[in-house]
Every structure is written in structure tokens, then in C-alpha cells.
């Protein structure tokens, strides 16, 4: 993750319409914004769907964000927003997330990436909201508990718990046990 | 053990390097258009919304300024109106034993057909 001035920086440089800004920033976050998705809709192709539409309203409404170096949580939250508005039409179409015809991995995947990313779907599928976007952003994006606090709106202590909580969950899940941790939403 | 990173590179969207590269581009130059596109719509309405403001804020002025220095004033209006009126002024005659003379009649009688 940038740091917070270097954020600012960058979105200073967008909003002023400089392409290499706009390019930095989505290099950054998108991932980010993929994980956050995917920890919603549990659809890879489903999820990028959701961050792609999601980071784009975002640039383009970059001038409603009133803090630059907290970009990621303005933009995170857009993201979530946009997942809830993608799971109520996915609940009136009611198609299963399961049934997802493209979910095959991408060409640089391993193998056996398929079944190992529908157990982990599955686990996360467990857990509540919170804990899920903490062990998604620590574990897979990297982010130390300082960032994802300061993203969330929580404290490192608590980011800590969730990650544990979490980790937990997914282990026993993944291991064949019912999860544990989808209650703290 | 759950202080353990666990392995979610499975789920990595990364992983297809090349794609991710294109979906990044992709991204920003769509958020970078829808951008310019916002930015133009509402520079175009502040342009035309700008004169069409002042015109009308001109027109309002101005049409305030006709009106306060056409109008008489409420005491000339009651003024005129009372100094014009056949009835009022034949009874102002009567009351203070004036005599006016035919033309004057004539003109108080005309001014009152002419305004009526």
C-alpha cells in the first residue's frame, strides 16, 4: 500500500487530470478493491467486475474526496457499496455464486488453483464482514494492521483480533470443520 | 496454529500478470475519461448557466428600475385620482360655494369620460 502522502500526492495529480496519476493510483488500489469485492460477491469474475465499475466511479468523482491520503478507505467504501448493490440484484436474479461459468483461474495459475480457490471462497464465505476484509488484505494484499485500521475505521488491537478470528475460521473450514467467526459482523 | 499468514495466493487476481496489466490500464483510462466527460458536461452548463444568470439578473434590474420611475407614487396617485374625479371635485365646489366657470366644468366632466 502507498503511504498516505504519496496517496494524496497521486490523487492531487489526477484530480489536475494527469494520466500517469490515474494509472499509479489504479496499480495501487486495485487489488485492493478486487479483494474487498471478492470478500462480498465470492465470485472472482464477478468481483472485478464490481472494482473495476467501482474504481472507476471513483476517478471520476475524485473531487469528492475530501481527504486524498485517506483515498483507499474513500475508495473501499465505494467498493462495499457497490458489492451491496451487486448481491441485491444477484439476489433478485438469484443466481448462485457456484454456478459462475468463468471462474476458471487465469493462465498463470497452478492447476489445481480451481479447487483450491472454491475451498477458500467457501471458508470466507464463513466469515463475517469484517474479519473477512482483514485477513483478505493482510494475507493477500499485504497490508500491515496500522493500514487496514486506518482503512476500516478500527483499532490495530481489533485488526489483530479479526485477522485471528479469522485465520482460525478459514483453518478449521478449510480442514473439513464448520467455521468459526461469521457472527462479529 | 492462527498466527500463521495463510495462503491466499490462490485468490491472487495477479497471477495472469499480463491481464492484470490490462485490466489496470483499462480501469484508469476509463475512471480518466468518465472524468473528463463529468468535467466537461458541468463546464458546459457553468458556461451557458453564467450569461443566462446575468441576463436574466439584468433584465429583472432593469425592468424594477421601469417600473419604481413609471408608476406615481401612492400620494400623487390619490392625489390625481381625487383631483380628476367629477364627484369629489363638484362636491369640493359645492361645499366651498366655488364658482367654476363652463370651461372648467367642461374639463372635469371630459377628464372623467376620458379616464372611464
Redesign the interface.
Known sequence: MLGTDATATLVARAQRGEAAAFEALARAYLRAAYSVALGFVGRPADAEDVAQDAFVQALEHLDSCREPARFAAWLLQIVRNRARNWLASRKLRDVPAADAPNDAPGDGAPPDAGALRGELLAALGGLGAVPREVVLLHDLEGWTHAEIAAVLGISEVMSRQHLFVARRALRRAIDGQSPSGGDDE | M????????????????P?WER??????????A???R?LTVSFQLVVWLRPALAAAACLGLLGGVAIATSAPSGAERATATAGEDPAFVLAAWAATGERPDTAEILRILGASHGTD
Open positions: 492462527s498466527d500463521e499468514k495463510i495462503d491466499l495466493s490462490a485468490l491472487d487476481p495477479t497471477h495472469d500478470g491481464r485490466l489496470v490500464q483499462a480501469v484508469a483510462a476509463r475512471g480518466r468518465a472524468r473528463r463529468r
